[in-house]
């Protein structure tokens, strides 16, 4: 398996946007694996993992999916954005995300990419992350320190989903993600802003969603809410729910069916025009 050499790059070479201190922490980065030459489709995907906003895994998450995403021909970015738990809610994991896309098109002809071709996969709170992004892409959360970067689109071209939190609402949010990303006692309005379901526009990228019937941890609520959201505004979408599975298995095939969504993403992607 090919593997850029120079796997880590940090997001801002100079102090980032909203920065509290120096430390490993206050640093948000990304991991980049570039896919093989031989089978590149210049495809670019920036992956969020989960954690509930208070920790990232990023290798069940993270590492384990760009390897996978390489044998497509897909060149993969793992985020390590910056979290609540470290003093840093809504907008900063937004910001990191918004600069990360950014930075992979200022890098797109380095890696072989098309600008038109990059896309977003968030886990968990990382797909409350990847969908914040899907929906509120017409603002720039902070103030670049380049002009052109404001020519620069951070709307991804794709989403994929993998058991998302998506609503801030009582009724079905995941309690410890909102808790870190809004604070204890969030206000209705913000909580309205950062439920991604009432954000969804025609213009919100194309949609890959899975997610588990039995999720004791993220309601599969939070997807069906997203794709009904997604086929009212007319966006191209796709739904996945296993009857059983759990919450957090990632891409790990020996836990079970519900494990192989990549297939029916391989699949969507494929149709979709992203892969060969």
């Known amino acids: 398996m090919y593997i850029q050499a120079d ?4 997001l801002w070479q100079e102090r980032p946007a909203f920065a509290k201190g120096n430390s490993e922490t ?17 495809t670019g995907v920036i992956i969020c993992p989960g954690g509930a906003y208070g920790r990232l895994s990023t290798e069940k998450e993270g590492r384990e999916v760009a390897l996978w995403l ?10 390590h954005y910056r979290l609540g738990t470290n003093g840093y809610q809504h907008p900063v994991p937004l910001i990191d995300l918004q600069r990360a896309m950014v930075v992979v098109k200022q890098n797109a002809i380095r890696w072989n990419l098309d600008t038109a071709k990059i896309g977003v996969l ?34 991804p071209d794709f989403m994929m989903l993998v ?35 009432l954000q969804v526009t025609s213009q919100t990228p194309p949609t890959f969603i899975t997610h588990t019937y039995d999720d004791a941890s993220v309601p599969v609520e939070n997807s069906l809410l997203f794709f009904e959201a997604l086929r009212k505004a007319k966006v191209p979408a796709e739904l996945h729910i296993y009857a059983s599975g759990g919450h957090g298995y990632g891409l ?20 979709s025009g992203f892969i060969k």
Not at 26 to 42: A, G, H, R, T, V
């Open 163 to 197: 058991y998302p939190v998506i609503t801030m609402q009582d009724s079905f949010t995941h309690n410890t993600s909102r808790k870190n990303l809004l604070g204890d006692i969030p206000s209705q309005e913000l909580k309205n802003l950062l439920s991604n379901e």
């Open 26 to 42: 206050d640093i948000p980065k990304m991991q980049i694996f570039l896919s093989p030459p031989e089978i590149n489709s210049k």
């Open 122 to 155: 968030g886990f968990s709170a990382g797909g409350h992350l990847t969908s914040t992004l899907g929906t509120h892409f017409d603002k720039l959360y902070y103030t670049p320190t380049e002009e052109k970067e404001l020519s620069i689109s951070v709307r």
């Open 7 to 10: 796997t880590t790059l940090l």
């Open 70 to 79: 390489n044998t497509l021909g897909i060149s993969a970015f793992v985020l």
């Open 252 to 271: 790990r095939r020996q836990l079970g069916v519900h494990a192989e969504w990549y297939k029916h993403a391989e699949n969507w992607l494929r149709s």
